[in-house]
């Protein structure tokens, strides 16, 4: 049998330009296939918070690694899986700077134009920035953008599918044409995440779809189907509008290739977990290659397919899969950072406008300990929008919580995302660095049981400790850091000798636990029939997600208001000056002289001591993290 890289690399030789292989049955073709996936605007090795060069990654530095793996092969697709138009501030600029002052294309739009891409997927946060914007934008696309699930209420949908062609050749210098089918999904929840869309689009379940499209598509000729997924790996049974469904996606009879996404992991990974049908060191979901690229261009999934003929069927019959690093010493190709020049010097000008000043430093490195003066800043600046709101309603005597989730927390990003704001002059970037997504404000009514929920639902990010404990992990890493919500204006404890209430996902995991303690209202005991007004954000108020059976038994006092980072910059304007308070937002109780271990910035060590907690640095992980030990 003819091996992978005989069918990938060999030159074109052999029998003339259009013969015919002399035993189809026996022919072996490459094809190779790069992806990208939740690039989220990191167009450039640069970072616009610290007006500073990154490290590895980006787009432009993919890009020189992606010309080489086309150069190695006869036959090859680009495509990239979503999220490509959202996530850093040249994106924001892009979307917000009006049409009249933006008669060029998009700049990611330019950027993959250059390079090629043959295809490319939506995902969830490319409609952060509204239909209109989507549409206008992806219209100068030289490649199409699809969407299979998504349904437009009015005007015409974006394609489900495209058809793509490719000329293979196998070792002995046959050849044949082959049809590739691209079909792309996005997770169910987008229509409610930007909730001021759902009059607007809707999302159909992700198998569901891919059940009635895919017949569709080999009727069309399609003989080799690749899914751009923009959706994590999950579960091999398929479950009712999964958000994670890649796995399940790949058991689907049709499906030969998916690219998932969603979740910034990268896959094939030894670190990724191992579960029914996910194989993370072949690269396979339910037996399918498959490959996640990581996020920010950190990652190129390199799959190369050996293709064979059965029952005058193409089939697959090899695969290699992999996730190449995009190391910090690729040049940035000037294809890339040519059309993108324009849009990073305006949005170098625009970040660097004064809106106040800062008394003191504020930085994220202990948000999942209780202190961040930035997320009490945030609270603070949503609550005096949602006062100003609300008078003249019948809730402006109610008192009025905010919560907040700390964005830049380190996780899947790494060891430098975290917020560090220096004392002096406040600048626009430093907005962004505070409130990295362009959410828009919401409040809802709470009682005071349904407060303590929200906070047991947020304290279960934690995991158990048991007596005599040393150095155990603090973190749930299934827990993302932007659903930890704390809640200003309130004061209370997690109790870390009880277990969790409920998962990352929300489920209840144990109807007995309970680990919020001493609950207080600017001094007062919080009692459950108390009412509230707590000031949050639209996503907060989808039906789905962590906080989305609190928000569906209430009434929803505004929803749709302006992005919140603007409201915090007219915030930090008028205030003019702001102190940080680095005060606890709480505390926890856990069983004496234990002690827990939390990654962080390496910068953190510069903000020690915190005051009333006992803490220490203890060593670095593999990936740069600097470890603290808390004890108790």
Sequence with gaps: MTSLADAAFLPETGNPEGADDPDPAQARYGLRILATSDLHMQLLAYDYLTLSGAGAGGLARAASLIRRRQAEVPASLLLDNGDFLQGTPVGDHAATCGEARCASDHPAIAAMNALGYDAAALGNHDFNFGLRFLRRTVAAADFPVLAANLSVRHGTAFAPYTLLTRRLCDGSGGRREVRIGVVGFLPPQTAEWDRDLTPEIACEDILDCARRVLPQMRAAGAELIVALAHSGIGELAGQPRMEHAATALAALPGIDVVIAGHTHQVFPHPAFPASAGVDPLAGRLAGKPAAMPGVGGSHLAVIDLTLGVAGGRLTVAGAEVRCEPVAADLPELAAVTRPVAPAHKATLRH?????????????????????????????????????????????????????????????????????????????????????????????????????????????????????????????????????????????????????????????????????????????????????????????????????????????????????????LRRYVRRRRRIAPDHRLHWQFLAPPGSTALFPTSPAATEALPVPGVALEPAGETEDGFALMRLTF
């Design 351 to 567: 970040l660097k406008a004064r809106v106040g000043r800062s008394l003191g430093p504020i930085g994220s490195h202990f948000s999942v300990i209780g202190q961040d003066a930035g997320l009490r800043l945030v609270a603070q600046a949503q609550r005096w929008h949602v006062r100003r709101h609300l008078r003249g309603t019948r809730w402006q005597d109610l008192p009025i919580l905010s919560a907040a989730a700390p964005f830049r927390s380190g996780g899947r990003a790494g060891p430098g995302n975290y917020t560090h704001i220096p004392a002096g002059s406040l600048q626009l970037r430093h907005m962004a660095d505070l409130y990295a997504f362009p959410n828009r404000i919401a409040a809802v009514c709470l009682t005071g049981t349904q407060l303590r929920d929200w906070l047991e639902r947020s304290a279960s990010m934690f995991r158990q400790l048991h007596p005599g404990c040393r150095d155990v992990p603090l973190l749930d890493p299934a827990f993302p850091a932007y659903n930890f919500d704390i809640v200003d204006t309130v004061s209370w404890q997690i109790d870390l000798s009880c277990p969790p209430r409920f998962t990352p996902a929300g489920a209840l995991a144990d109807p007995s636990a309970g680990r919020v303690r001493g609950l207080s209202h600017r001094g007062r005991p919080v009692a459950p029939d108390d009412r509230f007004i707590l000031a949050t954000n639209t996503y907060r108020l989808a039906s789905c997600g962590l906080f989305a059976p609190l928000v569906a038994e209430n009434e929803i006092a505004f929803a749709g208001g302006p992005l919140t980072r603007d409201i």
